[in-house]
């Protein structure tokens, strides 16, 4: 143990400087620390508590709910993670590279396909739009996904998934010995080797002693999707564990609150009679329970000695607002989200702070939607390309699987905030040379080369059936203009521009 009184006495001379934090005093005996590991914290129960209580937080208040929803729209999206695949031809004689446009679309279409409800995972019960938005709300809620790899799945493609509960991922299993820790053996280096599942019913508790029998599945069998935020982390922590407290406690004031107005709309009050005798009523009902007759602009005499004591309570209060407003705040910085997107307020808001908190939440989700494609996405896409290869769906040599190995994902992006401003800018870096036309594309979420190919059908379509789509075309002022940023569409053969 430190010697605090040699500390203390060392900060009170002159020239020392030590921090503040770390005092020992009257202001900070409640703040209670230690240095042990994140998988230590975890263990005794503490993680199923955690993931218990996130749960049910995600199934019971309005703003877990919106915070799984919000994951899934952003970072998935209405469309997914699509597949663009960028095989390229090995170089001519002349040294230039091409895509190779059969593979590419062969692979995409093989993706398609096995994306599909009914043949991506092994119940087929769900697309694979549906399954990441699935996988993405499981990390949120419980701080980490399990999926299962299939391979040689009866179906065409000899390759399926299978999502597995994480509460089945044993975190009462630990080991030092073999170097189990909640569940997760590893090697020397800290690499998985093997998971412990339990069943379903043992989650469920059906089972009533604590000793169940594991499936011990090898760690190629299985991706184990979390967010590491400490060296050595062997399980995920879930994503609303700094709001869960703030959260649930609005939730049963909100509850209280409404309780408090409804009575205080209801105006109850008493009957008060000196000498004690049972108020008369208007009447009784089938219990015996006296009943007294109330509507509006009604005024009644009461009888001989009595008397009526109101009973008013003062709700909801005028702070009620600002208060909710306050709590979350402070539960929206710990979702990692904005406090108008979690609240669905935007009283308050102006374009310059609503594109502030836009642009920065936006990042955010970008940053998770490059966590999940390098870590659920990609991983899927390699293990069904080898899979799709040895079964012969793709009439390609399966022993070039680097080569076909080529994906560019395409995420959800959003639309400009200010449409207008943001075209005129980008126009402006591409002038300038610091921008492409491609990475415009990309960022709203297009494929250019996708999108040049269509402006050429389309400018094939219009000359065939002899209309003039350049007339038609608004012209920005100051700019000149012809196509998607200056694009002058051409043919797919002869290379000359359409007239």
């Known amino acids: 143990m430190p010697n ?3 500390w203390q006495r060392k900060k009170k001379h002159k020239g020392f400087r030590g921090f503040d934090a770390a005092a020992i005093n009257r202001l900070l005996n409640d703040w209670v620390t230690t240095s042990k590991s994140i998988d230590q914290d975890l263990k005794n129960g503490v993680l199923k508590i955690l993931r218990a209580r996130s749960r049910d937080l995600c199934q019971n208040n309005d703003y877990g709910r919106k915070f799984l929803n919000l994951l899934a729209t952003n970072v998935v999206g209405p469309n997914g993670i699509r597949l663009q695949s960028k095989v390229y031809r090995p170089p001519n004689s002349r040294g230039k590279v091409v895509l190779d446009g059969p593979a590419n679309e ?11 409800k009914g043949n991506c995972t092994v119940d087929g019960q769900l697309g694979f739009v549906d399954v990441q938005k699935l996988i993405i709300k499981t990390a949120g809620r419980d701080g980490e996904a399990l999926i299962r790899i299939v391979r040689n799945f009866p179906n065409e493609f000899g390759f399926a998934i299978q999502i597995l509960d994480p509460a089945r991922l044993d975190e009462d299993k630990n080991d030092n010995r073999q170097n189990i820790t909640l569940g997760v053996q590893k090697d020397e280096w800290g690499r998985p080797i093997n998971y412990y599942i339990v069943s379903q019913d043992a989650v469920d508790g059906y089972y009533e002693s604590i000793v169940y029998d594991h499936e011990i599945l090898p760690a190629e069998e299985i991706i184990h999707l979390y967010i590491i935020e400490h060296p050595g982390q062997s399980r995920g922590v879930p994503w609303p564990i700094t709001a869960l407290k703030r959260l649930h406690m609005l939730g049963n004031y909100e509850e209280s609150e409404l309780v408090a107005s409804r009575i205080a709309a209801a105006k109850m009050g008493f009957f008060i009679n000196p000498d004690g005798s049972l108020y008369p009523g208007d009447d009784t009902d089938s219990l015996g329970n006296v009943v007294t007759e109330v509507s509006p602009g009604k005024f009644e005499q009461l009888p001989a000695g009595w008397d009526f004591k109101a009973f008013d309570v003062d709700h909801p209060t005028t702070a009620f607002e600002d208060f909710i407003k306050a709590i979350l705040k ?11 997107s979690l609240a669905n307020d935007m009283a308050d808001a102006n374009y310059s702070s609503t594109r502030h908190a836009t642009l920065e ?6 940053s998770l939607q490059r966590w999940f494609i390098e870590n659920f996405i990609n991983p899927i896409f390699e293990e069904w390309l080898r899979m799709v290869l040895l079964k012969k769906v793709l ?12 994906p560019i994902w395409q995420p959800r992006r959003w639309s400009w905030i200010d449409p207008l401003k943001d075209v005129k800018a980008s126009e402006t870096a591409i002038a300038m040379g610091i921008n492409s036309r491609t990475r415009i594309a990309s960022e709203q979420g297009h494929d250019f080369d996708d999108i040049i190919e269509e402006l050429a059908r389309e400018k094939e379509k219009a000359q065939e059936l002899g209309l ?10 100051g700019v000149k203009s012809n196509g998607f940023l200056g694009i002058t569409p051409v043919r797919q053969s002869g290379g000359k521009a359409l007239p």
């Open 106 to 116: 062969q692979i995409e279409r093989a993706w398609r396909k096995w994306c599909k």
């Open 395 to 406: 009439n390609l040599p399966a022993e070039a699987y680097e080569r076909w190995n080529s």
């Open 330 to 340: 402070g539960a929206a910085a710990g979702l990692n989200v904005s406090y108008a």
């Open 4 to 6: 605090w009184k040699f």
């Open 468 to 477: 003039d789509l350049e007339a038609k075309k608004p012209q920005t002022q």
């Open 361 to 366: 939440e936006r990042d955010h989700w970008m």
